[in-house]
């Protein structure tokens, strides 16, 4: 099974700015798609961005768009999540995830792509 781990998660003032990495002891990142979802108290996970491993194209939900990057450096086996102009909202643990694929057909980031996950990093975003 591929072990994935996410750091970077810390308390936060809003408007402020988190970097999360997600690595893969043991595994290769790079035969992956990888996303990140976001998992806020009393809903359950959504995805909030993925890079795709077929041709490196990103995706991210209407939510964190612009404001979150996700980006790849297959040499040193990591993904990151550059978030920026954080928000109360964005408040949630943060999951890296591995699948095939980012997406159905036309459609947003699918949870049930990812068949590996990690065991996620808290983000508080607070005034």
């Known amino acids: 099974q591929l072990q994935l781990a996410e750091s970077g998660g810390a308390l936060v003032q809003e408007g402020g700015s988190l970097r999360l990495s997600c690595t893969a002891p043991?595994?290769?990142?790079?035969?992956?798609?990888i996303g990140w979802c976001q998992h806020a108290p009393g809903n359950g996970r959504k995805g909030i961005s993925c890079?795709?491993?077929?041709?490196?194209?990103?995706y991210y939900a209407d939510s964190v768009k612009g404001r979150f990057t996700i980006s790849r450096d297959n040499a040193k086996n990591i993904v990151w999540l550059q978030m920026n102009n954080l928000k109360f909202e964005d408040t949630a643990v943060y999951y890296c995830?591995?699948?095939?694929?980012?997406?159905?057909?036309?459609?947003?980031?699918?949870?049930?792509?990812?068949?590996?996950w990690g065991r996620g990093t808290q983000v508080t975003v607070h005034s």
């Open positions: 890079i795709s491993v077929s041709d490196g194209k990103t």
């Open positions: 043991g595994g290769t990142l790079a035969y992956h798609s």
């Open positions: 995830a591995a699948g095939p694929y980012c997406t159905g057909y036309n459609g947003p980031i699918l949870e049930s792509l990812f068949d590996y």
